[in-house]
């Protein structure tokens, strides 16, 4: 590498590193614990192994209903969904370059449009956004 050292990269990784192990895996991982125990948050998981396991994909009708109906709606949206994606990508790419770019604008104005609420709502100016009004009362 040139003028940035792998140590460096490193650091620059660490904090998502910290907070993706931290929120996720971590949760994940401990989720994983408990499904083998018997555990009430009163007293201490008492390990149980399979049973739990066993107990949900045999004698849990309404388990077993909502796996039948989850797979069923995969099949069916998943397909259909890569496919109207890929005819409304292709279609939109055979357009014009100005309305393609209408287009694509229309499509993810939604979600810039979210953003940029949420960012005026925290960091407008000081009277007026909450994340900025927070930090001029405590001083900052």
């Not at 099949?75 to 370059?97: E, K, R, S, V």
């Amino acid at each position: 590498m040139s003028s940035v050292s792998k140590k460096n990269i490193a650091l620059f990784v660490l904090p998502f590193m910290l907070i993706f192990s931290t929120f996720t895996i971590m949760p994940v991982l401990v989720s994983v614990f408990f499904s083998f125990t018997n555990f009430n948050m009163v007293q201490m998981p008492q390990f149980v192994g399979l049973a739990n396991y066993m107990r949900l994909f045999v004698n849990d009708e309404l388990f077993l209903t909502a796996l039948q109906n989850t797979i069923f709606f995969a099949m069916i949206t998943g397909p259909i969904g890569y496919i109207l994606c890929f005819t409304f990508a292709w279609f939109i790419n055979q357009l014009t370059p100005k309305l393609r770019s209408f287009l694509t604008l229309l499509f993810y104005a939604p979600s810039i449009v979210g953003g940029l609420i949420v960012w005026q709502l925290l960091f407008s100016d000081d009277a007026h956004g909450l994340l900025n009004a927070w930090l001029a009362n405590i001083g900052l």
